[in-house]
Each structure stands twice: as C-alpha cells, then as structure tokens.
C-alpha cells in the first residue's frame, strides 16, 4: 500500500548550483507565503555560517504542497566536506533531484551524491539549472549528465529519468531547452508523476530509522526519519535499539511530541502515519542511526555507511600566556564534551582521546567541515588551539613530515600571529593579542 497524498524527495547537486534558491521558489509557489508576506532569499541557510559564507552546512527539511499532495522536501549540502549530511538523509527520500549547471555541467560533488542515490535504487529527476546564464552551455551539459550516469552504471530505468530546464532565480521550469518555462509546474508535475509514493504498510508495528538530529533548549534532542511501517501517537510507549548493537537492550521510552514539516515550520501533530517524515521528542540520548520500534515488534534497522574521514587535527586546551583571557569554556573537560557531543549530530566526524588528558584528536571530511567546527565553537565561546591538518591515514610524526609552516598550532580566538620556533621539537605558533 502506497500513500499517494505524500512524496519525499532530497535535492542534490555540487556547491553553488542553486538547489536553495531553487528551494526558496519552491516555496512561493507552494503556497507557504502570504501574498503580502516578506521573504529572504536562501531561506533555508538559517545558520549564520552559512549565509555569510553563502553555502548550505546542514541538510534541513521543509515541505510544500501541490494538488492534494505533500511534497517533503530535504535541502542538502553542496561541499563534499559535509556529504555526510546527504548520506544520511538519503535513508529518507524515495527520489531525487539531481541540479547540475546549466553552464558549468557535473562537477566531482555532482558525481559523489549521485552514485550514492543510485546505490540506494532512487528514482532521479536531472534538472538543468541556470539555463538563463549568458554562458550557458546546454546541450553539452545534457550530453555529459547522461555520460555520468553510464559512468555510475545506472539501471535502465534510471538511464530514462526526466530532464527539465530551470532557472531557480526566476522560478521557472520547462520540459524543452528551447521552451521557456513561466512557472515550477513543470517541476512538481514530474515529482508527482514519476517519484513513487512511500510505502504506507499502517498495519504493521511502529517502526523508524532515525536520519537526523535537532535540538531544542526546552524539549532536548528531537529523532527526525521517516516512518518505515506502522502508526506513532502522542505519549505512545516505544523502543530504542541500533543494528550495530545488536546484543544491547532495546531501551523505553515515550514519544512525547510529534512534529511534521509544513513549510518552515514543524507542525505538532497526536498521529503519524507510514510514509511521513517525522520529528519527535522525549528520547534524551538518541542519536542518529538508532531505530525506534514498537516494544513488542523490536527490529533494528541497518543504517547507510558513512565514508571515512580523510582529515585529522588535534584539539587542545590554550596553553599560550594569555590563555583565558577571551573564552568562556577554557577546560579540557568543557572542549571534551563539545567535541564529542558533535559527533552525536554529525555521523562523518570522528574524536578520539589522546595520550594527553588536555589534548583530542578530531578527525573531519576535509579542511572545510573541520574550519566550520573551529569557527562554531569559536563563536560559542570555546577558547582551544589546534595543530595542522594531517591525512587520516598518515601516522608519521610531525617531527618527520611537516614542513615549518605546517609545523605551526593555531589558538582560537585569534586576533594576531606569532612566529614559530626553527626548532622540530617545540614548533609552535600561537595567535596573542
């Protein structure tokens, strides 16, 4: 049984391609706004970071309808230092949209997100975005998309995905490169038509695989994923269990609240039904990966492997003679619980103690996931310093591989710099003011 009313779907693509200026028409014409409503562009980069660096960090959800569907839409990173955000939440979608420049065409990101959907059996709508670009180069971009996907080894099926032409910006689609489109119908016309509908098995236990992670400062840690099979009400009774874990005790719990998505908001709800991409509250120390089942039907869920990390630094207290001076959260016990309290959102970051009580390693992504942790707890008020960034796989000493400049430590906050010592032994710089 099939929940025709609903559709999930995640918009995938490199960095800078559009997908959240594609998102934010979506919504207009959705429905989400009143008429005479003020809006923001790139609604959906709430994070400070990321508006100010002009990128999506965190895959969030919203949902818009169309018809008499609800169409539950996830906003993915395009960076592939945050691509363990797109795996996650891949668990939770039935189909994708691949956005691809019309003008710069696949780039390594588009590749990296795309073979994922593909493993997972998703059904791909590949959009042509930016067609309005002077440069724009469509007819070799559509050439290229369809060598990608050979490249991936695609089903048949997914070889013959719909290809439409956009221009996110000014909330246009149409099905011909030569036709220009006046509005997204187009669009949520093929979401419709050719993303399947969620399986809705309601007779079946309660069961879901949690996918992501928020939080709230008066109800704690909020389960987001989509429901695999069965009804969730308020106050039900429920049970913790992860397949990784299998000879652990499922643990009780109570499903406090249910949120649903509709628009940008979570809508509180006393009943969920398969299909729907849910938030609930009332489990303190849930984390991403774990299944929620009914206490009578416990059956873990297996969840999507994450890639490794492929950079590592060392997260340390200030020792500098001014340390103290600027942060709050000065200790290694305070650094210690935030570095690993991280992981429990972040599925692609890995910490690890040290043989120094003061020191944790922290291994990320790339040098751009670990620079946004940096600048958060910065901005939270943690006062560390940090050695360079070193290739996971490497385990030569600093003394054998690095160079002066990669010698150096950085202390945040930093307001200027010091030079390092000449000497292997003690190379150091760090940031006084």
């Not at 400070?48 to 169309?66: H, P, Q, S």
């Not at 206490?295 to 890639?307: H, Q, R, T, Y």
């Amino acid at each position: 049984m099939q929940n025709e009313h609903l559709r999930n779907v995640a918009i995938i693509a490199h960095v800078d391609h559009g997908k959240t200026t594609l998102v934010d028409e979506m919504l207009k014409q959705g429905g989400i706004y009143r008429e005479n409503q003020a809006t923001v562009d790139r609604v959906m980069d709430s994070n400070d970071l990321e508006r100010e660096r002009g990128i999506t960090i965190l895959a969030k959800n919203t949902a818009v309808r169309y018809k008499d569907v609800k169409i539950n839409v996830v906003d993915t990173p395009g960076h592939a230092d945050f691509g363990g955000e797109v795996e996650r939440i891949l668990k939770m979608v039935n189909g994708v949209i691949l956005l691809v420049d019309a003008a710069e065409g696949p780039m390594p990101q588009t590749r990296f997100v795309l073979s994922r959907a593909l493993e997972l059996g998703h059904r791909v709508i590949v959009v042509i975005n930016k067609i309005d670009r002077p440069d724009q180069r469509i007819h070799e971009v559509i050439d290229e998309v369809l060598e990608l996907l050979m490249d991936l080894d695609a089903t048949p099926e997914q070889l013959d995905s719909p290809m439409l032409f956009c221009s996110g910006r000014q909330g246009t689609a149409s099905y011909s490169p030569d036709v220009p489109g006046t509005d997204l119908k187009p669009l949520f016309e093929t979401i419709l038509d050719y993303i399947p509908a969620p399986e809705a098995d309601v007779d079946q236990p309660f069961q879901m695989l949690v996918s992501s992670i928020d939080y709230n400062e008066f109800v704690g840690r909020i389960a987001i994923g989509r429901i695999e099979r069965g009804t969730l009400k308020q106050n039900q009774e429920i049970a913790v269990c992860n397949y990784h874990d299998p000879d652990a005790a499922p643990k009780k719990a109570k499903a406090v609240s249910i949120y649903e998505f509709e628009g940008l908001a979570k809508k509180q709800v006393t009943e969920s039904t398969a299909g729907n991409i849910i938030a609930m509250s009332g489990i303190p120390d849930i984390t991403i990966g774990d299944t929620i089942c009914a206490p009578g039907a416990v059956e873990a869920l297996p969840f999507v492997k994450i890639s490794a990390p492929t950079l590592e630094m060392t997260f340390s207290v200030n020792d500098s003679p001014y340390a103290g001076r600027e942060g709050k959260f000065v200790t290694s016990r305070q650094l210690r619980d935030r570095l690993y309290r991280e992981t429990l959102k972040d599925v692609s970051l890995k910490v690890s103690d040290t043989d120094r009580d003061t020191a944790f390693n922290v291994a990320g992504r790339g040098e751009m996931s670990l620079s946004i942790l940096i600048e958060t707890m910065r901005r939270e008020g943690y006062e560390f310093q940090v050695s360079p960034p070193r290739v996971c796989c490497t385990r030569r000493s600093m003394a054998r591989s690095a160079s002066p400049l990669s010698a150096w430590w950085w202390t945040f906050p930093a307001t200027a710099w010091a030079a390092s010592s000449k000497s292997w032994a003690s190379a150091r710089a760090t940031c006084w003011k």
